[in-house]
């Protein structure tokens, strides 16, 4: 079993380098798991819970007269949550680790297979990031594959949206944090469902893509008719309305999905949206 596979709070430790750039491991690393991350990361510890998280190894990195470099290397069970955690934060420039990365203001994070990487510097210069660098790239390495992005995704037409602005999520407050729907669940999200949302910024095409993928397809009509009475009016099945701003909303029920469409600039846009998922599922 590579350490790769191997789920153990101890396989994450082969993962992580002992030093890089004058940059040395401190003695004492520090574990954490699904209830104890709260003793590391506050507040934002409800974040990677909402993805699933496993557990999480912490190592600080010393140089004599320098920043002290910190990494944390989570393991999230799975690559689509991996993924997922991942999207929850976009912004940065590319730094070419992993599957999918970056970096921002002495902040490198990354994803691979079910690890995220997030290594941060406690001051910014070009000496801690090329540092960063230099920690980054035997962590992905030591990783060794690449794990499968979630299917939802095969969802979202082709070039609706930019990679930056697809987001993969489980929980209704993490949807809200990136587009407020409702502060009712009334899409029933939760550990058993999947949704994957996308922001088209192109001009004349402004609109929002939220799909969910329910254990079956009972769940799903469920979901749906939640919906309908709080935004559509009790439609059955499909239904589009013009919201107060103009813009329109649309929500259909495909299978074990429903797909809604927001701030569509015409019924016809939300519409041809819809009907692209449909063409997606089947």
């Known amino acids: 079993m590579t350490a790769s596979q191997d789920p153990s709070a101890d396989s994450l430790k082969a993962l992580l380098p002992s030093e890089a750039l004058g940059w040395k491991a401190e003695a004492a690393d520090h574990a954490y798991g699904r209830d104890s991350i709260f003793e590391y990361i506050d507040g934002a510890g409800e974040v990677y819970r909402a993805f699933n998280f496993r557990r999480l190894l912490s190592r600080r990195f010393h140089r004599e007269g320098k920043p002290d470099i910190?990494?944390?290397l989570f393991d999230m069970g799975s690559p689509a949550d991996a993924f997922g955690v991942f999207t929850h934060d976009l912004e940065g420039?590319?730094?070419?680790?992993?599957?999918?990365?970056?970096y921002k203001a002495?902040?490198?994070?990354?994803?691979?297979?079910?690890?995220l990487a997030c290594l941060f510097a406690e001051?910014?210069?070009?000496?801690t990031k090329a540092a960063l660098f230099a920690l980054a790239a035997p962590i992905a390495a030591a990783i060794g594959r690449d794990g499968a992005k979630p299917a939802l995704l095969a969802l979202v037409p082709a070039g609706f949206a930019l990679p930056n602005?697809?987001?993969?999520?489980?929980s209704p407050v993490i949807l809200n944090y990136h587009f407020f729907v409702s502060s009712e669940n009334v899409l029933g999200l939760g550990p058993d469902t999947a949704a994957v949302l996308a922001r088209s910024l192109e001009k004349g095409r402004n609109g929002v893509l939220l799909a969910v993928?329910?254990?079956?397809?009972?769940?799903?009509?469920?979901?749906?008719?939640?919906?309908?009475?709080?935004?559509?009016?009790?439609?059955?099945?499909a239904a589009i309305v013009r919201a107060g701003d103009g813009t329109w909303t649309a929500a259909r029920q495909m299978k074990d999905v429903v797909a809604v469409v927001f701030r569509a600039p015409t019924d016809a846009a939300a519409s041809s949206l819809l009907n692209k998922v449909a063409e997606a599922i089947k």
């Not at 420039?93 to 970056?102: K, L, M, T, V």
């Not at 002495?106 to 690890?115: A, C, I, K, V």
């Not at 254990?215 to 009790?234: C, I, N, Q, T, V």
């Open 106 to 115: 002495g902040l490198l994070t990354f994803w691979r297979d079910r690890y």
């Open 93 to 102: 420039e590319d730094a070419g680790f992993g599957q999918g990365s970056n």
């Open 165 to 170: 602005e697809i987001r993969y999520l489980h």
């Open 70 to 72: 910190i990494i944390d």
């Open 123 to 127: 001051g910014e210069s070009a000496e």
């Open 213 to 237: 993928k329910y254990p079956g397809a009972a769940e799903a009509s469920a979901a749906f008719a939640r919906f309908a009475k709080a935004f559509l009016g009790d439609a059955a099945g």
